[in-house]
């Protein structure tokens, strides 16, 4: 089980942590990769849910400001 959940952190780093600008070993990294290897999938899920939410947020700031 922990192999898996190592994985998984390896994986959520190199496919969303690093890919967003979250530098590694910051306070925001520790965070999403302890939460990844308790929780597994459900915390790449959430992840991609709060960028999904700060884009919207974004994209409807900037089709007020226009």
Known sequence: MIAIHSLEVMWFHKTRLGKHGVE?????????????????VGSMKRFDGEVGRLKREE???????H
Not at 59 to 65: A, M
């Open 24 to 40: 590694t070993g910051s306070a925001l990294w520790w965070k999403w990769a302890l939460q990844t290897f308790v929780e597994g």
């Open 59 to 65: 994209e409807e700031k900037g089709g007020k400001k």
